[in-house]
């Protein structure tokens, strides 16, 4: 709420105004005299919480559903083992960066949880710069709106089952990937709107899955 927002803000500037770091992100970008002290922190607030608090919702939230469906949970541990990760492992020579793509499970675990419980519920505000129609609905200019996020991915047309968590619905060679497709439960890309789409998705969205991928494996 309001109260917390304040006090997070607070805090951080209060970090901001002891730090001697001089390559600090806020000193370094202060120096390039470009912005001001409200652009610069504003912007450090989203990486804060863009960068850090929506990966932290996203993990707690795979490892609820991992409790709540041991199933997947056991077919997760068993990929994670037949690739060598495993408890007393060496972390730093298993994880490389052509393994972490070949995570086909783990992978669709992360995509199924972004999907059933995404980190935001809705999008940033956009404004209209010009008068438009969208579905034929008139949009003047200078109007300001956002899209919704969370009921797409609860949509029946879309998705078979949605309040079940099941990674075999992002792969298209699952049984239950073919069994959804004959129902005619198809997804497009509106059907997935967690890091939005096009050119102004989520820049952090690469980042945020080979994270994901890392903190979830190390935790199972």
């Not at 996020?149 to 060679?173: A, M, V």
């Not at 890309?189 to 903190?215: C, D, W």
């Amino acid at each position: 709420n309001q109260e917390n927002t304040q006090r997070f803000y607070s805090a951080v500037k209060d970090i901001i105004s002891r730090s001697q770091d001089e390559e600090s992100l806020w000193n370094q970008i202060s120096s390039l005299n470009q912005f001001t002290e409200d652009e610069i922190f504003s912007d450090l607030i989203v990486l804060i919480g863009a960068g850090s608090e929506t990966a932290a919702h996203t993990l707690v939230a795979i490892l609820y559903y991992l409790k709540k469906f041991p199933n997947t949970a056991k077919k997760l541990k068993s990929e994670l083992d037949k690739i060598g990760i495993r408890k007393g492992c060496n972390l730093e020579e298993t994880f490389t960066m052509d393994n972490l793509q070949e995570w086909e499970y783990l992978g669709n675990t992360i995509k199924e949880g972004l999907r059933m419980d995404p980190a935001v519920s809705q999008s940033i505000y956009y404004e209209a710069f010009k008068g438009t129609k969208i579905w034929g609905v008139p949009i003047d200019k200078g109007t300001i709106m956002k899209y919704e996020i969370i009921t797409s991915s609860y949509d029946e047309n879309d998705w078979l089952n949605p309040w079940t968590f099941e990674p075999e619905r992002h792969d298209i060679e699952s049984e239950f990937y073919n069994l959804s497709k004959n129902q005619g439960k198809t997804q497009n890309i509106y059907s997935k709107r967690t890091f939005s789409h096009g050119p102004r998705n989520g820049p952090g969205m690469t980042y945020a899955q080979l994270e994901l991928k890392v903190m979830l494996a190390y935790f199972i």
